[in-house]
């Protein structure tokens, strides 16, 4: 395991998390190839081989080849498309569903896809969850249901709420999430299901692809490639970031030590406009002489990014839980370049 990965696996498992409850247990993870869902299975598997949890992993994926070899031998493969129920004659103590289209050109070329993932896909995770009479389940939701601010709102708190156009086919992101998450309010209602929603600010760190199109993904690569950063826009649009380790800490958090159904992932002081983020990775390899270079296209290019000029997220609640973000933005920017040069 790279150096980096294995130390944020390692601080993630200090953290002050109730694992003991998942000593002997069956958990699902969907979207095992995928950031969240990687780190989280980690993690599980590290907690088997250092501290003899004997749980019983199961990972949903449609493509295993996908799964690095640290991964596969340590889990149980579900092969299957999350849009279809689970083919799996077990009993979940846990179900954790991160799978879900988080690249802007998939939700450009594959609106239908990604809404279904979060739609269809939550559905048939709370439903084997439900069958199960499972412990706890876990739906990770994103920033983008809060949509664009009314006037005068800079922060959402888990009970405000902005504005998403629905017949804008880019809203198959915000749109589904926010029909997923109804979905997991009414199983927890009508059969009472321990259902848990988080809702991320933008996330970065390893794992992540620096080819799915997201600002952050492009900036990455440039500095990777030790290429000037190139801003397709004047970058106003205001993003909280948060560093993958610290945001899977507090999914275990919510997953394990929360009473309350949702909660925001945010890390508020990495809270910076688009070309403030692109400057602070200039600031961090200074060595590599590197310069914002701007290319605005003439006319509004189709780009697949989220349309919100402003989303910052409150995170006082699940600090009340203990957690609170370890990484800087500089750190984590750093963390990530090292990573993939690793």
């Known amino acids: 395991m790279k150096r980096v990965l294995k130390e944020d696996i390692e601080a993630i498992i200090?953290?002050?998390?109730?694992?003991?409850?998942?000593?002997?247990?069956?958990?699902?993870?969907?979207?095992?190839?995928?950031m969240l869902g990687g780190y989280m299975l980690r993690t599980l598997i590290e907690?088997?081989?250092?501290?003899?949890?004997?749980?019983?992993?199961?990972?949903l994926v449609r493509n295993p080849k996908k799964l690095s070899e640290e991964i596969i031998g340590k889990v149980e493969l579900i092969v299957q498309s999350v849009t279809e129920p689970v083919r799996a004659d077990v009993r979940f103590d846990y179900v954790i569903h991160t799978a879900s289209p988080a690249s802007p050109l998939i939700m450009r070329e594959d609106p239908v896809g990604t809404v279904a993932a979060n739609t269809l896909g939550t559905y048939?995770?709370?439903?084997a969850a439900q069958k199960s009479n499972a412990k706890g389940y876990l739906f990770i939701s994103s920033r983008e249901i809060y949509g664009q601010p009314y006037a005068n709102q800079k922060v959402f708190s888990e009970d405000t709420y902005g504005f998403v156009d629905p017949l804008e086919p880019r809203s198959c992101y915000p749109e589904g999430k926010k029909a997923a998450e109804t979905m997991c309010a009414s199983f927890r209602q009508q059969y009472g299901l321990n259902a848990k929603i988080a809702r991320l600010a933008h996330t970065f760190g390893p794992g992540m692809s620096i080819d799915d199109g997201r600002v952050q993904a492009d900036f990455l690569r440039n500095v990777v490639n030790h290429e000037n950063i190139?801003?397709?826009?004047?970058?106003?649009?205001?993003r909280t970031y948060t560093y993958v380790s610290d945001a899977v800490t507090a999914l275990f958090y919510i997953l394990l030590n929360s009473d309350?159904?949702?909660?925001?992932?945010?890390?508020?002081?990495?809270?910076?406009?688009?070309?403030?983020?692109?400057?602070?990775?200039?600031?961090?390899?200074?060595?590599?002489?590197?310069?914002l270079v701007f290319d605005i296209p003439d006319s509004t290019e189709n780009t697949g990014c989220a349309p919100f000029t402003l989303g910052i997220l409150s995170s006082e609640k699940i600090r009340k839980l203990g957690w609170k973000p370890h990484y800087s933005l500089q750190e984590g920017l750093k963390r990530t370049v090292e990573f993939l040069e690793e």
Request: glycine share 8%.
């Open 260 to 291: 309350d159904m949702v909660y925001n992932i945010s890390s508020e002081d990495s809270t910076v406009s688009i070309r403030e983020l692109a400057q602070a990775l200039v600031d961090v390899f200074p060595e590599r002489g590197l310069k």
């Open 14 to 34: 200090k953290s002050e998390i109730q694992w003991e409850k998942l000593k002997d247990a069956s958990i699902l993870v969907t979207g095992a190839t995928g």
């Open 124 to 127: 048939y995770t709370l439903e």
């Open 230 to 238: 190139v801003l397709k826009s004047e970058g106003t649009a205001v």
């Open 47 to 59: 907690l088997n081989d250092s501290g003899n949890y004997g749980m019983k992993l199961y990972a």
